[in-house]
């Protein structure tokens, strides 16, 4: 073989092996039950009033990590309605979940069940990614903003 093409194919073979790898850390995912986390432990098996109306959608079309089933205040198309819940109702979570990616980063999940008015019971999702800058569905104003203090006495 000629010098010329051994340097060309070690070339495009090390450019190969560097797309994989960007392409593995990319889609690079991972799951892990944090329900034990001294951080989450205390959300689990206790029941939470609800502070603002929230739902419970149904969207099998939804990037959900656990379920098709999710807790939210908003609803988005080709999403069904399956249940509400008002402000003074409960909501009990069962499991904590963590789901990393180095694509979007690390998310927080709520799973909790609940029986629906067919019979079935289902597993639902409530996802804590924005627990540091909104309240949750169980939060007061005057909750989050007292939550939030110590964060913002470290930012400054």
């Keep these: 073989m000629k010098k010329s093409t051994i340097i060309i194919l ?3 073979t090390t450019a190969l092996v560097l797309i994989g790898l960007f392409l593995w850390f990319i889609l690079y995912e991972s799951t892990t039950d944090i329900s034990q986390n001294p951080r989450f432990k205390n959300y ?6 609800v502070t603002r109306p929230v739902a419970l959608y149904q969207n099998p079309n939804l990037a959900n990590r656990y379920s098709d089933y999710y807790v939210d205040s908003f609803s988005e198309e080709d999403t069904t309605l399956l249940k509400k819940y008002n402000i003074g109702d409960t909501i009990t979570f069962t499991k904590a979940k963590r789901y990393f990616n180095n694509h979007v980063g690390e998310t927080y999940y709520l799973l909790g069940r609940e029986k629906l008015d067919t019979g079935e019971t289902i597993e639902f999702e409530y996802s804590l990614r924005l627990f540091e800058y909104y309240p949750t569905i169980w939060e007061t104003d005057e909750e989050f903003s007292e939550r939030r203090t110590p964060m913002k006495d470290l930012l400054k």
């Design 10 to 12: 070690a070339i495009l």
């Design 44 to 49: 689990l098996n206790n029941p939470f009033i």
